[in-house]
């Protein structure tokens, strides 16, 4: 009899799991249909540029395939593909949620590919085929992450161990992930990690092996480079200026990655802003630099936007806002389903800032929105730029909330500066251009002199050519 009920317990309990299962699937299912839907309607109706519908469908279709589980075999060679766009819309709609059902149908807790793996992939392939690496795909745990960079916002229990460095995946060699920069006063910074280091590797692990999406592969990467505390990794890196990898041990310390702003004042005189990304209070915290630095004597600013990826368009324009006179054009945007929207100075410069005279710091790696307020300032006559040309990232992007949690970064416009310059893969030209120092050059510099006995004014100009221009302008001992 005890056997009996065990048997039945056992037999209810099985139905049970797979009831929940087949209820899992349905729900991603339900979730990752409503979103496809929404992104093809997105990017129909909101994207830069008119995009053939049924092209942008086979690629979601191709890329389905890559993954398919042996249900799916059968329908992937089916049927041929039909001459007429909208028939060619509808047969690869058909095929997509058709093997997508089978799978859900027949999932279980442990199967892989799941159907949430499926419809990522199938909308991974779709905004792929628009060859634009600014639009992406964001499953929950990547938008939930960028939401929160975009902010701005502390969160102490988001400290980390890590390395220190904002990254992104290469999308054009597909080797491994690009840093866009490394943290302030990080073991990245610290060991010479630059902007446009690309890390192939971890402990051995060659990125370009791996499979999966790009926002898995991403995801994967950053989590093997951060660990526990104390603890070493080793990252293979690509140098910008180097033809071999190179091999870096560096150990893991405390990480925050919502310090986005530094200021210090280099001289009676001068002081410098530094500012890492426009999130989302980033022109209140300039703001308040500029006061804190005005009330230590600051006359002059260097606003250093160097490899400042960019952020959000408002945070530019508030920023531009504190350095122009009311009624100036700061930028405007226009897109092929976005008319010509133009953003105007509506306020005074604040606390006299309108009048500070100014130097702007950029780089290749200066892109988005630190072009569109460093174009604004320079097309108006506010600020002498110094370093390298921009990296001409100037289209504008919105990020669409999707079902799930989801979302999808889309290309909408682009930005022009008040002049009528396109930013987008042309950059902004500085006035003076200065080279930073190479990677050679940085490490011969540690080996000639011991920095740790050597006044920060004096190594910060070692080291850094560009800032020890901006300071000898400002000193007249440089002209254009």
């Not at 496809?36 to 129909?44: D, K, S, Y």
């Not at 042309?426 to 050679?440: A, L, Q, R, Y």
Request: net charge negative; proline share 4%.
């Amino acid at each position: 009899m005890k056997r009996s009920v065990f048997v039945i317990t056992n037999f209810f309990i099985i139905a049970i799991l797979v009831l929940l299962s087949w209820a899992n699937s349905s729900y991603d299912y339900s979730i990752g249909r409503k979103n496809f839907r929404h992104v093809t309607e997105l990017i129909a109706q909101r994207y830069e540029k008119e995009r053939d519908v049924a092209a942008l469908y086979e690629k979601a279709w191709d890329s389905l395939v890559e993954i398919l589980p042996a249900t799916g075999e059968l329908i992937a060679a089916g049927s041929s593909v039909p001459s007429e766009s909208k028939a060619i819309q509808g047969f690869y709609v058909d095929r997509i949620e058709s093997v997508i059902t089978l799978t859900a149908r027949k999932q279980t807790d442990d199967a892989t590919p799941t159907v949430r793996d499926l419809w990522n992939q199938a909308m991974n392939g779709m905004v792929g085929a628009l060859d634009d690496p600014y639009s992406q795909y964001l499953p929950p745990k990547l938008n939930e992450e960028l939401q929160r960079v975009l902010s701005g916002k502390p969160d102490e229990s988001r400290q980390f161990y890590g390395v220190g460095i904002s990254v992104e995946w290469d999308t054009l060699g597909d080797e491994g992930v690009l840093v866009i920069s490394p943290l302030p006063d990080t073991p990245a910074e610290r060991s010479g990690i630059r902007s446009g280091d690309i890390i192939i590797g971890v402990e051995g692990d060659m990125f370009k092996t791996w499979q999966g999406t790009v926002s898995d592969k991403l995801q994967k990467a950053i989590d093997k480079i951060k660990g526990e505390k104390d603890t070493e990794v080793k990252l293979t890196i690509k140098k910008t200026n180097s033809p071999e990898p190179l091999e870096v041990r560096l150990k893991r310390a405390p990480i925050n990655p919502d310090v986005q702003i530094f200021k210090e004042k280099l001289d009676d005189e001068i002081g410098r802003i530094r500012l890492y990304s426009f999130y989302e209070n980033a022109a209140n915290d300039v703001l308040d630099a500029m006061r804190y630095l005005k009330m230590e004597g600051m006359k002059k600013l260097i606003f250093d936007l160097r490899s400042d990826p960019g952020g959000y368009l408002d945070q530019a324009v508030h920023v531009a806002d504190i350095f122009l006179e009311k009624g100036k054009l700061i930028t405007y945007t226009e897109g092929r389903k976005s008319p010509r929207t133009d953003f105007i100075d509506e306020v005074t410069g604040a606390d006299g800032f309108a009048e500070i005279p100014m130097i702007i710091l950029m780089n290749e790696w200066s892109a988005s929105a630190s072009e569109v307020v460093t174009g604004a300032l320079k097309d108006n006559g506010r600020a002498v730029v110094i370093g390298k040309k921009s990296f001409g990232k100037g289209s504008v992007q919105e990020v669409f909330g999707l079902a799930g949690g989801a979302g999808l970064r889309l290309t909408v416009a682009k930005y022009y500066t008040p002049s009528g310059v396109c930013i987008h893969e042309k950059g902004i030209e500085p006035h003076m251009e200065v080279s930073s120092v190479t990677e050679e050059e940085y490490n011969d510099k540690y080996k000639e002199k011991d920095y740790n006995h050597v006044p920060r004014l004096e190594r910060l100009f070692d080291l850094d050519p560009q800032l020890k221009a901006a300071v000898q302008y400002f000193r007249g001992e440089l002209s254009l």
